[in-house]
């Protein structure tokens, strides 16, 4: 366990199939306190290729919870969630994106792929190529 989350809180329930799916998951306002001890919300959108356990969504919702009382920069917090999720259900990829609302009159979105080669991806999923996403 970290000093910024419990990854013990991720269930699991097991992969139904061995075919091959994707999953996408939306969360539309994970909280937290900003660097500043001030409340900050964010979208949290994460796409996952299980293997053999997928994501137990009521898990989920309560490890994001841990945040709320928690001061923790927007690229620290990406960091956790990327890492916990990849710790406890190991995918075959795992993609996290956060939009952050606006502070200050400024958005931020981070995004984190596992199939990245800076993230010991083999970059073998192109959807990511030449999109110019909406926010």
Same mark, same amino acid.
């Given at each position: 366990?970290?000093?910024?989350?419990?990854?013990?809180?991720?269930?699991?329930?097991?992969?139904?199939?061995?075919?091959?799916?994707?999953?996408?998951?939306?969360?539309?306002?994970v909280?937290?306190?900003?660097?500043?001890?001030?409340?900050?919300?964010?979208?949290?959108? =994460?796409?996952? !290729?299980? %293997?053999?356990?997928v $994501?137990?969504?009521?898990? @989920?919702?309560?490890?994001?919870?841990?945040? +709320?009382?928690? =001061?923790i920069? !927007?690229? %620290?917090?990406?960091? $956790?969630?990327?890492?916990? @999720?990849?710790?406890?259900?190991?995918?075959? +990829?795992?993609?996290?994106?956060?939009?952050?609302?606006?502070?200050?009159?400024?958005?931020?979105? @981070?995004?984190?792929?596992?199939?990245?080669?800076?993230?010991?991806?083999?970059?073998?999923?192109?959807?990511?190529?030449?999109?110019?996403?909406?926010?």
């Amino acid at each position: 366990m970290s000093n910024w989350s419990d990854p013990s809180i991720l269930k699991s329930i097991t992969n139904p199939t061995a075919a091959g799916y994707e999953v996408k998951i939306k969360s539309p306002e994970v909280t937290f306190l900003g660097v500043k001890d001030q409340p900050d919300f964010a979208d949290l959108f =994460i796409t996952v !290729y299980p %293997r053999e356990r997928v $994501v137990e969504l009521k898990s @989920l919702k309560i490890y994001l919870q841990q945040f +709320r009382n928690k =001061i923790i920069s !927007y690229e %620290r917090l990406v960091n $956790v969630i990327y890492e916990d @999720l990849m710790s406890v259900y190991s995918p075959d +990829r795992l993609r996290v994106v956060m939009v952050f609302n606006p502070r200050g009159g400024i958005s931020s979105k @981070l995004t984190i792929d596992s199939d990245w080669t800076t993230r010991g991806g083999e970059e073998k999923y192109k959807d990511w190529v030449g999109l110019s996403e909406e926010w």
